[in-house]
């Protein structure tokens, strides 16, 4: 059964360096989440891909995030320089949505970044 | 931000019982999806209901939709031990962003 890929699956990173996650989709899936969750919440959006382009980046603190999907397959999210609040689970999802409605998104395992 | 916010917080029933959680949301939306989630792994999803419907079901699993109140209710009937899990309800709004609330923990006792 086709999955969503994340890597790593934990990582821990001292405060002020770069870290970064990356994600294969399910093959065929034009649409690519990432999401943030803090322990007890739900899932904040950080940046939504339809192909290559970014459709929302509102929640993504730019100053230090960056998200790419250069030929709108694969995605990596970066942190630079990582902060001891970034401590979370980041989720990757992907779906079939085309045009103007989501439809069910998959999600990978996440990667729980720890940051000290 | 977040678009839902789910209603109760916790939750906590025998084994065999209903469980019924609440969704609330703020803007228009194309449809309505709820998400069931394990301590510690990714979401899957349970049920998509679209704006232009008012109740669906799948297995045990029973959602209705009230566009005119921005609400919409998740009942699992007969629930199992397996159904211990947090449940959140994410919204396809017409900006096209899929926005998920702060979720319900259910705990079914044995």
């Known amino acids: 059964e086709a999955e969503v890929a994340q890597s790593p699956r934990y990582k821990i990173t001292e405060k002020s360096q770069a870290v970064a996650f990356w994600c294969d989709p399910i093959?065929?899936?034009?649409?690519l989440y990432w999401y943030r969750q803090i322990l007890g919440q739900g899932p904040e959006l950080l940046v939504q891909?339809?192909?290559?382009?970014?459709?929302?980046d509102s929640q993504l603190p730019k100053d230090r995030f960056s998200a790419e999907r250069l030929k709108g397959v694969d995605s990596t999210l970066k942190i630079q320089p990582a902060e001891l609040g970034d401590s979370a689970m980041y989720l990757c999802?992907?779906?079939?949505?085309?045009?103007?409605?989501?439809?069910?998104?998959?999600f990978g395992q996440g990667t729980r970044l720890t940051v000290v | 931000s977040q678009q839902g916010e789910e209603d109760p917080q916790a939750l906590s029933i025998q084994e065999g019982e209903n469980a019924t959680m609440n969704c609330s949301y703020k803007?228009?939306?194309?449809?309505l999806q709820w998400y069931r989630q394990n301590s510690g792994r990714g979401l899957v999803h349970l049920i998509l209901?679209?704006?232009?419907?008012r109740e669906k079901h799948s297995g045990r699993l029973r959602v209705t939709l009230d566009t005119s109140k921005k609400s919409s209710s998740l009942l699992i009937t007969a629930s199992r031990a397996a159904d211990t899990a947090s449940y959140f309800c994410?919204?396809?709004?017409?900006?096209?962003?899929?926005?998920f609330g702060a979720g319900t923990t259910v705990t079914v006792r044995a």
């Open positions: 999802a992907s779906s079939l949505s085309q045009g103007l409605m989501n439809t069910e998104a998959f």
């Open positions: 093959s065929g899936h034009a649409t």
């Open positions: 891909f339809q192909d290559e382009s970014v459709v929302d």
């Open positions: 803007t228009s939306i194309n449809n």
């Open positions: 209901i679209r704006s232009n419907e």
């Open positions: 994410a919204t396809d709004s017409i900006d096209y962003k899929l926005s």
